[in-house]
């Protein structure tokens, strides 16, 4: 009951949060583009960091932005943590687990030297206690469904019972949304620890100027040992493209988190770093009212777009065609054989229109005007449709009335870039699910179907059939239309050393360093 | 020639040197109608001067610098900066002349009725237009152009001019009827309108040819100056995205995309942006010349 409860909000949040970083830190694996090292890391000096909009909350049940989780990595850990490529988990807190598929227990050994910021050690009180927080939360409470309970035989060894074996559970603990707190928040009342909460993370909060500035120290007892480089880090907020730019130029910024696909090329080029994102843009349609009640009109639509130059003009080149529906950078999801996403057909679209009841009134586009590739995809959406005889026009919105528009089913055409938040097709599926897919109002059941498959699958292979099986139903209704997958940018000062870009947009800034 | 003709032919005073026609402000005028005029004719024969439409996008052509083909290259979705240059004239200029024009005609029949009217009417006006100054004018057209939403257009008016419209009339009536109310109360206190009076001419004459004939120049001057600030106005509500549908070709929005490539592709925004300046000041030009003159 409480998935179904906490669905609603959950798409919400993966809607509004483009994208959401891993939590796991230590970046020791490689990721290409990267900035590489170029010789030894050097330890001290701190670096500034831009984020294009305010954290909203310290507690990650509850984040929604995309800058949070961008933040969350370096000040929380979690029992593991991610390669940089999202693909696999390594140790962190616990320093080993194993599965018992039989007895169906995830057994976490933690990590002697896993310590809070405040020098108390991490202990199986913790992580209860902190299971309970993510079991609990609004918003990502269902990603945590097969743990039926936990229990601590001993300080250091955590056990998980599992309602049912669930492969995506190691991939989800990687997460910030499992980031282990202090019991009972250290003895702080919840509201005291939220607004200036002690994790296990290479830094801790120094100081906070809310909307504003963030300033972290170097967290003394980090688990990593010799780790984190760096003595701080300080984030700025800084909304405008422009202003990013110019900050950075003037070196006032060492690190631009998510750069603007248009203005990248505005960057020195050795600047971006740049990695496909787990999100993937895509055209919605409401299916209940109005000419697109028409499957045929869908369809038409689908067929009508030339989706490599929607890639090189709508997403100036920085993107690349989406094979499926779900996002394609998330470990289960593959192209299924029968899926025709990213086909164009000019003469059949022509024909679906004639055959369909479109009369040839105006479609209206709604995109998000504050940020995001959309706007410049949503215009060049325009000719690729007219051609096909659909008359569209674009209405940028702010993403607030976007996201009310679309929740109300008041809206005809929407282009919106949704991502996963964690490296498992429950996600994407369960944002799927609630959002009735991504608000076309289409039937959910194979949806609803793919996730009780993937939630019960013990191998990888199960998860590929539950999530192929969706494609393929999402494919024959053409409700919701995969456009591109944008890539994630930052941009990095010369200076910085070991930065590697993670899918998720998420990385930990513990292997940061100065140049010497 | 007689001696009668001869004498009176001496005795003529000596021809007078033609005065010079030319009045204070008339070069004012004259350039700013040169300026004005061009932007018109560049209007009117958009089709002419330019190549293909201003919608065509060449998505694998995008951000060309300016060549033969693309006189002010093209933009970030391969669209003809220069073409679309021009057809933003129709539009700015359409919408900035109606948005003054209904203002002007409203307010000046609202500040003839408050110059002319009772003390209670009067003051009621004049508390409105209280009202409608304290208004943040930004706020108020994007609430009110979110509220009316672009539509899909009104007779010859393309989506999003119509809300434009309406906020301008809403907002800037306060002007024209403060302006033509100060006018029509100093003039209707003169000598010959009261002689006017005294001589029985009908209360609809003495206004009609007397008051409003000698209290309208300003409100006349005030309009070009208007129109400059309309342009101004409608490019930074479509920079703000708001108003104009995003691909309709308008310079505040195309100032608005070219933001993000300005360090490489800087005529983008430098083209528009000259575009706003040249046609606010040929406007603002013909205000002050014809200020000048009534001041002459």
Redesign the interface.
Known sequence: MRKSATQATACGAALTAAALLLSGCGASGSASPEKSATGPAKRGGSLAMSLGSAIDTWNPQKALATQSFRVFPQVYASLLRSTPDGKKVLPALASSYKTDPAAKTLTFTLNPAAKFSDGKPVTSADVKFSEGLWSKGELYGSYFSSIKSVETPDPKTVVFNLSQADETLPAVLSTANAAVFPDNYGGKSEAAYWKKPVGAGPFMVNKEAVGQSISLARNPHYYRSGLPYLDGVDYKVVAD??QQ?LQFQSGAVDVVNGV?L??A??YPKDSIVGAPSSGVSVLTTNTKSGPLKDGRLRKAIALAV?YK??V???Y?GEASLATSLLPQQVPGVTKCPTCTWSTTDLAEAKDLVEQSDYSGQ?LELIVS?DSGPG??A???L??MLAEAGVKV????QPTS?LIDKLSKSDFQLGVITYSALAPTPIDPLGFLAATGNVFSQSDPEPDNKALVAVHAASTPAEVKTAVQGFEAAANASYAVIPLAVPNALDAVADRVQGFVAAPYQAYCADELSIKN | MTDTAKIAAEEAPPARKPRSRRRRGDGKVAVGMVIVGLFVLAAVFAPLITSGHPADQDLLNRLAPPSHAHLLGTDQLGRDEWTRLVYAIRVDLRVALLGSLIPAILGSLIGIAAGLGSSWLDTAIMRTSDIVVSLPLFIFFIALVGLLGPGTGFLFLGPGELPLIIGFTVISWVVYARLLRSEVRRVRSMDYVRAARLGGLPRWRVIGWHIVPNSIGQTVVYLFVDVGLAVVAISTLSFLGVGIPIETPEWGAMIQSGRTVIQTNWWLIAAPGAAIALIGMGLALIGDGLDDRIKS
């Open positions: 493209g422009g730019l603007e248009e203005a090329a505005q030339d130059k929607l090189a003009g709508g100036v105006n005007s706007k410049l949503a215009q060049a325009v000719p026009s674009v209405n940028p009335s």
